[in-house]
């Protein structure tokens, strides 16, 4: 492919510090400081349209590079630049005062990166803060405290990132910035619960929930968890789950408890499918009344279907799958084993024919590209780099005008490959060129011009090689 260059990202332009104190208009009462930090151009971008919205679910509160990538790029449409808003509750007790905003500056598409450090619920009404908001279109919302988050409901911020949804451009979160994006918002306001106290009373006193601020379009019905697999939180989202559908949070008799895991993000685009990128990520179903669940009594819940998600699957939010899942239940406040591993109880089968391919070597040219033009979608190709300089070609074909969004997850640790779309002379499109042995690529590309619809997803070996498989996700839309 000739020389190699990495991305390097400009300088931050600017870099503004004020502290505001300002005045409620609704109560005349004085607002508690808020910090506002602002890194990247002095000026928003204006457009006429965005594309979005597109939303970042994060098991930590640690901004994932390629999730966050992926979202910039969907809600700009691979085009121009956009601006950032980060809502803190606290500021951050060593290193960098502003390290969500260091990290997107560092992506690509990124014009400027706004914190906010706020300390008090009035700060939800401060006018600079709800005008930052109002002109960015991502907002979000640092790890902490999401009692303080819970807070602003109903506050001019909770509109502000509402609208900043509704004109394309997106919300998302990790840690306590994840919880707040659910409908149904475990808040913690009493404190912090174990799974072990969840499952032994699920409604201990400090299992409280805050619902009716932001309910994204096909997210309904949902209880977001942190630091899943970490700290075993399965218990407590199932004992979330059962409070829900007990307690009618959510309708239909249903409720969804979305797990994910440190170092991990779900992305959920405009169609309503969330992507996982990282480690993996938990969906678990409750479709029925608890048996048993009481206060000050041991919680009994038969038969949660949980889906596990691993780098690059896919779960529709929009079209919520019938298969795919394995059981897991609760008796007597004591769950089943392996609550984070299990065999579906069925599979799902696209209808009209396959949508995964494995790479047969030899495949290093586009003359012997493995053809992957009939896989349903979203479809999924895996390989592996075989030595360090092995290249693996997958033909593929895109109507004109489709869009189309491809992760490569990489597996921990095992070598650094590089991704290129290339039409079908073998020039390239796009391509994503991340550092680091196992760090995942993943682009975006519109099919615009005329002519042929082949073109050819390429993988390279640019450092390391080994037998562990990476899996590509292309989705559509």
Known sequence: MGTRFRHVSPASTAVVLLTLAATLTSTGSAQAAATRIRSGSSSDVSRASWQGPAFTMNGDGKIVPASMSAAIDAIRGGVGSLDVVVLAGSAPTSGSTTPECDAAMSLPGVNSCTTWTLTAAADGNNSQVNSDIRNAEFVYFAGGDQCRYAAWKGSALEASVESVAAKGGGSGGGSAG????????????????????????????????????????????????????????????????????????????????????????????????????????????????????????????????????????????????????????????????????????????????????????????????????????????????????DRDYFRVAFAAGERVTILCAIPDGAYDADLYLLDSNGSTLARSVNDGAGTDESLTFTRTATGSSTYYVELDAYQGSGSSPYTCTLTKG
Not at 328 to 352: H, I, K
Not at 359 to 387: F, I, K, V, W
């Open 178 to 389: 994840h919880h707040i994006n659910s409908p149904v918002v475990y808040d913690a306001c009493k404190g912090s619960v174990t799974s072990a106290e969840a499952l032994a009373n699920p409604y201990d006193s400090h299992i409280t929930f805050t619902t009716g601020m932001f309910d994204w379009a096909n997210y309904s019905g949902v209880i977001n968890d942190s630091h899943f697999t970490t700290r075993d939180r399965m218990g407590r989202t199932m004992a979330f789950v059962a409070r829900a559908i007990k307690d009618g949070r959510t309708s239909g008799g249903k409720a969804w408890g979305v797990g994910v895991e440190e170092g991990s993000s779900l992305l959920l685009d405009k169609n309503g499918t969330a992507t996982l990128y990282g480690k993996e990520a938990f969906v678990v179903l409750g479709d029925h009344q608890p048996e048993q669940a009481s206060s000050g009594k041991p919680m009994t819940f038969s038969d949660y279907k949980i889906w596990r998600l691993g780098p690059g699957q896919t779960y529709d939010f929009k079209n919520r799958p019938t298969c795919g899942y394995y059981h897991r239940s609760v008796t007597n406040g004591v769950t089943d084993p392996d609550l984070y591993t299990g065999t579906p109880q069925s599979t799902c089968s696209p209808s009209g024919g396959t949508s995964t391919l494995a790479e047969s070597e030899a495949n290093d040219t586009r003359a012997t590209a493995d053809d992957a033009t009939a896989l349903t979608y979203p479809a999924t190709l895996t390989g592996s780099m075989q030595s360090t300089s």
